[in-house]
């Protein structure tokens, strides 16, 4: 049933390329015009819809973080992502023209459920993304856009989370595609290109597992490890803590590379790891030069740099002690192929301790309690 993988992790890891390509599947016309039949919500009130409201936990709430860069980007409307326990508390802000997004993985969240339980009473819609069919969150939901990552297994998500951007994405090109935000033309593109991703996501399995392993072994004593991003990859870099954490059991912190000066550069200790996402070098644009100059600074105070950097980046060697590269994509898609190595990093690190990566210590697949 592992199919010949040591766990279900690294199985499911290495399905990230057919969770990517099965959730694109059937969701495009000939021409590259979305088409989501299955979500039964009209046009119109597509069109009306003025906000959305991610509501997640976990990983799921790392992928609404990273869809909403890209649908505020396409569709110009609000997104706010909040985590599914806050939202109920915290006196929402719902209307008829509000769509919550419910995501998650099994559907059976406790805390996604009560969440989007509230938004319907107080008459908001809710799509879930969700990846288990019949599950409780999208029978509860207005409409449901399943993520077609097969059954994930392992406590940790890994190919859910590639598959639930995917969805969103498609949601977001869909609004788009209706509210008239974005030429057809241009999400013909965005289409082909992430039509692209599943071979990209398959390159760093094929090229990078070597080093990533190399780079776990070289770390196993560290006590604890900081992950920094910016933009898009902020919410990864949040999600690769999240996974050391859960399965190899290490002190991580994930946080926004602009914060560093603010505070977790006090955190930097001589030898001890800082991965740092890396944006595109291509333009030298401001975010990448900024970035650079955060390995910089950790680097001078004697962290053990690991870089995820865009292969030909040529100024990322200067400060990185260790790089894992991606190839060439759009900084929206770049989530997909970033987060690859890191949960290959956590799967090492865990193995090389000897934990159960699949079952990890005191967590469950499914929090079926608030
Ligand atoms: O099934 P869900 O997607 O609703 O689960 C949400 C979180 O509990 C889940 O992502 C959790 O954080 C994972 N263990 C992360 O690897």
Same mark, same amino acid.
């Given at each position: 049933?592992?199919?010949?993988?040591? +766990?279900?992790?690294?199985?499911?890891?290495?399905? !990230?390329?057919?969770?990517?390509?099965?959730?694109?599947?059937?969701?495009?016309?000939?021409?590259?015009?979305?088409? %989501?039949?299955?979500?039964?919500?009209?046009? !119109?009130?597509f069109r009306s819809i003025d906000k959305i409201i991610v509501?997640?936990?976990?990983?799921? +709430?790392? @992928? &609404?973080?990273?869809?909403?860069?890209? *649908?505020?980007?396409?569709?110009?409307?609000?997104?706010?992502?909040?985590?599914?326990?806050?939202?109920?508390?915290?006196?929402?802000?719902?209307t008829p023209r509000t769509l919550v997004v419910a995501i998650?993985?099994?559907?059976?969240?406790?805390?996604?459920?009560?969440?989007?339980?509230?938004?319907?009473?107080?008459?908001?819609?809710?799509?879930?993304?969700?990846?288990?069919? &019949? +599950?409780? *969150?999208?029978?509860?939901?207005?409409?449901?856009?399943?993520?077609?990552?097969?059954?994930?297994?392992?406590?940790? +998500?890994?190919?859910?989370?590639?598959?639930?951007?995917?969805?969103?994405?498609?949601?977001?090109?869909?609004?788009?595609?209706?509210?008239?935000?974005?030429?057809?033309?241009?999400?013909?593109?965005?289409?082909?290109?992430?039509?692209?991703?599943? =071979?990209?996501?398959?390159?760093?399995?094929?090229?990078? =597992?070597?080093?990533?392993?190399?780079?776990?072994?070289?770390?196993?004593?560290?006590?604890?490890?900081?992950?920094?991003?910016? $933009?898009?990859?902020?919410?990864?870099?949040?999600?690769?803590?999240?996974? %050391?954490?859960?399965?190899?059991?290490?002190?991580?912190?994930?946080?926004?590379?602009?914060? %560093?000066? $603010?505070?977790? *550069?006090?955190?930097?200790?001589?030898?001890?790891?800082?991965?740092?996402?890396?944006?595109?070098?291509?333009?030298?644009?401001? %975010?990448?030069?900024?970035?650079?100059?955060?390995?910089?600074?950790?680097?001078?105070?004697?962290?053990?740099?690991?870089?995820?950097?865009?292969?030909?980046?040529?100024?990322?060697?200067?400060? @990185?002690?260790?790089?894992?590269?991606?190839?060439?994509?759009?900084?929206?898609?770049?989530?997909?192929?970033?987060?690859?190595?890191?949960?290959?990093?956590?799967?090492?690190? =865990?193995?090389?301790?000897?934990?159960?990566?699949?079952?990890?210590?005191?967590?469950?697949?499914?929090?079926?309690?608030?």
């Amino acid at each position: 049933e592992k199919g010949g993988w040591d +766990s279900f992790m690294e199985k499911e890891i290495h399905e !990230d390329p057919t969770a990517v390509n099965d959730t694109l599947l059937g969701r495009f016309n000939q021409a590259g015009d979305i088409v %989501l039949d299955e979500v039964r919500i009209e046009p !119109d009130v597509f069109r009306s819809i003025d906000k959305i409201i991610v509501v997640a936990c976990g990983t799921a +709430s790392y @992928a &609404g973080m990273v869809a909403k860069y890209a *649908i505020e980007h396409w569709v110009r409307i609000p997104v706010e992502v909040e985590l599914a326990h806050e939202f109920r508390y915290r006196d929402p802000i719902l209307t008829p023209r509000t769509l919550v997004v419910a995501i998650s993985q099994s559907g059976e969240t406790m805390d996604t459920l009560m969440a989007l339980r509230h938004a319907r009473e107080q008459g908001s819609r809710v799509l879930a993304i969700c990846n288990t069919q &019949g +599950s409780t *969150i999208p029978r509860e939901s207005d409409a449901v856009l399943y993520t077609h990552a097969g059954p994930e297994i392992a406590v940790a +998500s890994t190919k859910a989370f590639v598959a639930q951007i995917v969805a969103a994405y498609l949601l977001g090109l869909y609004l788009a595609q209706v509210k008239n935000t974005l030429f057809a033309d241009e999400i013909h593109q965005i289409v082909a290109q992430l039509k692209a991703m599943p =071979a990209k996501i398959q390159r760093v399995l094929d090229t990078q =597992a070597g080093t990533v392993e190399a780079t776990a072994k070289r770390l196993l004593d560290a006590h604890s490890f900081l992950f920094l991003g910016r $933009h898009v990859g902020y919410p990864v870099a949040m999600e690769g803590a999240l996974k %050391l954490k859960e399965i190899a059991y290490t002190f991580t912190e994930g946080f926004a590379a602009g914060e %560093l000066k $603010h505070g977790p *550069i006090a955190l930097v200790e001589a030898g001890e790891p800082v991965v740092v996402i890396v944006p595109s070098a291509r333009g030298r644009d401001t %975010l990448h030069n900024k970035v650079i100059s955060g390995i910089e600074e950790v680097k001078a105070r004697g962290a053990y740099t690991v870089a995820v950097a865009e292969e030909g980046d040529s100024d990322v060697g200067k400060y @990185a002690d260790v790089v894992f590269w991606r190839p060439e994509c759009p900084t929206l898609l770049s989530p997909l192929v970033d987060v690859v190595p890191l949960q290959l990093l956590a799967l090492d690190m =865990a193995r090389l301790k000897g934990y159960d990566v699949d079952k990890p210590r005191n967590l469950a697949k499914s929090v079926t309690v608030e």
